[in-house]
């Protein structure tokens, strides 16, 4: 379980295309605090720490990525050596929840329609897919690319969130640009509304 709140920007050092997707990732993370079979969000992806160290003054963990996972996210279009993602510790006993709870179970992929500075910060509007457009509400939380946001509008399949200076330079938000596919994760609470409305209306 996460919170959506970014701890590090990792960097892919390489990716090796074996029966599953192999991903060594650097971070400032002190291997030694990491446990094997930990799970560690990136870009919002929960994935399994195989194997981890230090080389050349680099801190870095390993993990295997299914196919599934690929072709249901944006790791398949976007992950190449030299990326930046987001990542986040798995939430412990007695930690702060700053955002919301994030499971780190990808719904869909959205993309980046619109990008448009207001002042310091940045409005960026998304498209969904059609199915998961229900479950995005005017002020209600979203994980994209594993970062706990709040929606500013929606406009049918489409949604807005504004972006302060500050989640720009600490994340990956910095990076991205219009036609970038983002990982998308609903809040549970508005997928357990969504069901009840569904149920109620049977």
């Known amino acids: 379980m996460f919170t959506g709140i970014i701890t590090d920007i990792g960097t892919i050092a390489k990716l090796d295309q074996r029966g599953d997707l192999l991903a060594r990732i650097n971070t400032s993370y002190d291997p030694d605090g990491i446990d094997l079979g930990a799970s560690i969000a990136c870009s919002g992806v929960c994935l399994t720490v195989i194997e981890k160290g230090t080389d050349a003054g680099n801190n870095w963990f390993d993990v295997e990525i299914s196919g599934e996972s690929v072709s249901k996210t944006n790791i398949g279009q976007l992950w190449q050596q030299g990326k930046r993602i987001n990542l986040e510790r798995a939430l412990k006993v007695g930690d702060e929840l700053g955002g919301h709870i994030v499971s780190g179970h990808v719904d869909g992929v959205a993309t980046v329609t619109a990008m448009q500075v207001e002042g310091d910060s940045t409005r960026v509007t998304f498209k969904v897919p059609n199915d998961l457009a229900k479950f995005i509400a005017p002020k209600g939380s979203v994980a994209l690319n594993g970062t706990s946001l709040t929606v500013n509008g929606v406009d ?15 994340t990956t938000w910095g990076d991205i640009a219009v036609g970038d596919p983002i990982n998308l994760e ?16 049977t």
């Open 186 to 201: 609903i809040d549970t609470l508005a997928r357990y509304v969504a069901r009840l409305n569904e149920m109620q209306g």
């Open 156 to 170: 049918g399949a489409s949604f807005d969130v504004n972006f302060i200076p500050h989640t720009k330079s600490e």
